[in-house]
């Protein structure tokens, strides 16, 4: 699976962006997608997921209520709406993709993954 973010960008506090992640290679509905970020300095971390199959959602505690996550499966496209925006939320987004369920919040459980949108939030 071949994984392309855009929808990066530079956004006051407060903004919203959409992230999109394209995918290509295999059948991209067999696949839960995960979004991660990662600040400079710290550690890759888990964003937001949605299953296949059942399109369950799950995020982590700090963007619930700001962020959602969607698919549009014959797009191969998964997107990650971010609103209300913050600058802790500034970081190099990742998409990535697991074939199974369901999908897992650590980053080395991924084989394949994208390379990454740069999202800057300022104050």
């Known amino acids: 699976v071949q994984l392309v973010e855009s929808g990066g960008g530079l956004v006051q506090a407060g903004g919203s962006l959409r992230l999109s992640c394209a995918a290509s290679?295999?059948?991209?509905?067999?696949?839960?997608m995960t979004w991660f970020r990662q600040a400079p300095g710290k550690e890759r971390e888990f964003v937001a997921a949605?299953?296949?199959?059942?399109?369950?959602?799950y995020y982590t505690e700090s963007v619930k209520g700001r962020f959602t996550i969607s698919r549009d499966d014959p797009k191969n496209t998964v997107y990650l709406q971010m609103s209300s925006l913050k600058p802790e939320d500034t970081a190099v987004y990742y998409c990535?993709?697991?074939?199974?369920?369901?999908?897992?919040?650590?980053?080395?459980?991924?084989?394949?993954w994208g390379q990454g949108t740069q999202v800057t939030v300022s104050s």
């Open positions: 290679g295999r059948t991209f509905s067999g696949y839960s």
């Open positions: 990535a993709a697991y074939g199974g369920l369901p999908p897992p919040r650590r980053p080395y459980e991924y084989r394949y």
């Open positions: 949605i299953s296949w199959s059942t399109d369950n959602t």
